[in-house]
């Protein structure tokens, strides 16, 4: 018996078990996955994402030390969210979407040049400051306060009341059906 026989024979044993049909179910080009019909649950809710946003967030503004550290918080507060707008893909809220990747994209940049050394921590008499490296080509030794960019990221967290806000809006608009 070939290769190509062993494998046919393989391929029509999975086949006569169902596992053809549970494949393809999982597949992205499917329904099931580019248009999900995911139920929201107290977890999977967007006024749960409010909550651990705001938690995350005030989370980054403690405990924060000199060097990058404080730039692997941001990254980690920013992923979950982009991969969250990433994921849903609704025709009432795809401004709100795109906004929400910029806003993320923005501070996983941010984030990526403070884990690349561009930026770092520092302490002065006044307090943390984002420093520009001092041999970086462009706006070298350039700072802020590292408080104002902690504020800059309630952004983040704004955005995801706005998105609830907003989706509750259309929900109740729609007499409780949802637009996908």
Known sequence: MST???LNDMLRLLESTGVGKWIDSILAST???SHSAD???KF???GFRIIYTFISWVVLGKSVVEGQSFFV???LFAIPLLMDYLKFDTSDRRWIRNTGIAVSMVWVVFSLMGLFGVLSIVSTKMGFVV???KDYIQFAGMSCSLSFVWWLLLSCVSLTVFDWWYHEANVSATGGKESV
Do not use: D, G, Q, R
């Open 73 to 75: 918080s941001v990254f």
């Open 4 to 6: 190509v026989e062993a």
């Open 31 to 33: 329904p099931s996955i």
């Open 39 to 41: 139920k929201p649950t």
């Open 44 to 46: 999977a809710h967007l």
């Open 131 to 133: 420093m520009v490296s």
